[in-house]
C-alpha cells in the first residue's frame, strides 16, 4: 500500500503473447536489458483471447495493464488475434474514460520475439508514466 | 398453512415495478386470494412501523436500487423479517438505468439535477441536503454511489426486466401459491431464461458476424426479418438473458439489455463490448488497418451508456475514479 512520504512504485499486470510479447521479455532478460521490476507477467496464447474483463479486473488490483502482442499485420500466431485486441482496447479506452480512469493506464505495445531491447524500454516508459500519474484511486 | 405474508419495500423506484403488477389485471385478485399483503406502500395504507411490528413474513419484494440510506435500512428490515427475498425488477438485481449515475461523482449529479438541467428552476440555487441545513435532519442521506440489493442482502429469486413482463409477475404468483402448499422455489431462482435473448430471437442471423459502419435507431429503415446487429445497430441480445418475451425486438427495436447478463458471465457491458469490437471489420482487419479500424470505434461514442445503460452498477468497474486529473469535467 502507498503512504504519503513514500516513493510510489506503480505495479503493472503484464498480459503477453506466449509467442512474441513473452518471448521478448525472455529475449531482454536473456540479453541482460534492465528494465524496473514493475511488472506481473501473465502469458496468455494469444492476445486475442483476453478478454476485457479480465484487463478490467487486472486493472483493479494495480496501477496499470500492459498488453504485448504481435506485430500488426502479418505477424499474429492466429491470423489476427492481435488484431481482436486492439480493436477491444481501443473502445475499453473510451470506456475507462468515462468512468473517470486515465486510459494511459492500459497499454498496448507490438513486442516481437527478438525485440528485447523494445520490451525493456516500454516497461522503463510505462513505469515513469505510472509514477507521474500516481497511484490508481477511486 | 394459510395465507402467504408479503410484504413490499421500496429502494430508487420510478413506479414502474408497481405498474408491472397492476398490468395482470384480474389475475392480481389472485394474490391477494393466496397472499396477505403486510405492507406495501404503493397499494395500501400500512406505516414501515406495521412491518417492523410484525414478528415473520414469508415473502419479502424488494423493488429498485440502494440509492439512500434509508433503502439500505428498508432492504436490511426486509430480508431480517422475510424468509424468502425477491429483487423485483432490474433496479434491484443489477442497479438498473438509475447506476448510470454511478459514472459521475454525488456533487456533480446534485449540480446537474439542482442547477444545470434545462428544466431546474431554483433562484436561491439551494441544494438540498449540502445548502438547506435544516433539511439534513429530514432527507435520507444519498450515499455516494447506487448499488443493486445484493450488495447488502442475500437473494433468494430474481426478477430482472424493466419493468418484468407480465409473465414473469405470473411466474412469481405462481411461486407464492406454491410455497402455500408447502413447496419452497431454490434457491437463486431466476423468473427468467437462462440462454440469450438471440436464442430466441426469430430474426435471420449471419454465420459470421461482420459489421461494417454502425447506425442509431432512426438512421434509415431497420428490416424487421434481419439481426440488428448485421445491421450496423447495437442490440444486447448475444449477453443478455431471454426470457422477456421478445417486446423490444418484436416493436423492431433492438435490445438494450435491461434482464441482465446470461449465466456465466459477471459483467454484461465488458463481454458485449469484447463481442463488439471482434465483430469490427471481421476478417478484413488487415485490409482496413489500424487506423481506419479506429475510425470505426469512434462510431460508438457512449459505450457506458449503450453497453451498460441496466448493469453499470454491478460491473467490474462500477463506481467512478477521480482519475483524470484537470480534465476532469467533460
Partial sequence: MFRMGEEFEPKIIAFLCRWCGYAGADMAGTARYKYPASILPIRVPCTGRITMEQVLKALKESDGVLIAGCHTPGDCHYMRGNFQCFKRVVLLKKFLRQMGINPDRVRLE????????????????????????????R | MGKVKIAVCYGSICGGCDVA????????????????IVYWAGVMDAKEEDLRRTEEIDIGIFFGGIRTEKHREAVKLLREKSKLLVAFGTCS???????????????DLLKTGYLKAASTENPERNIPGVDLKSLIESVPKLRRFLSPICEFVDVDIWVPGCPPPVESVEKLIEVIRNYSKGRSPRKGL????DRCLCDFCKRQKPEELSIKSFRRVHEGVINKEECFLKQGIICLGPVTRGGCGLRCIEANMPCRGCFGPIPGVEDQGTRFLTAVASALGAGEEKEIG????????????????????????????NKRYSDLGGEESE
Fill in chain 2, 93 to 107: 438485481c443489477y442497479g438498473g438505468v438509475p447506476g448510470l449515475g454511478n459514472s459521475a461523482s454525488l456533487e
Fill in chain 2, 290 to 317: 489500424e487506423e481506419e479500424l479506429k475510425k470505426l470505434i469512434d462510431e460508438l461514442p457512449d459505450p457506458l451508456g449503450l453497453f451498460y445503460m441496466f448493469s453499470l452498477a454491478s460491473s467490474i468497474i
Fill in chain 2, 190 to 193: 431466476f423468473i427468467a431464461e
Fill in chain 1, 110 to 137: 507490438w513486442i516481437s520475439a527478438t525485440e528485447g531491447r523494445k520490451f525493456a524500454r516500454v516497461v522503463s516508459e510505462f513505469t515513469a508514466e505510472l509514477k507521474r500519474l500516481g497511484p490508481l484511486r
Fill in chain 2, 21 to 36: 403488477f397492476v398490468d395482470l389485471g384480474e389475475k392480481l385478485m389472485e394474490l391477494v386470494s393466496i397472499a396477505d
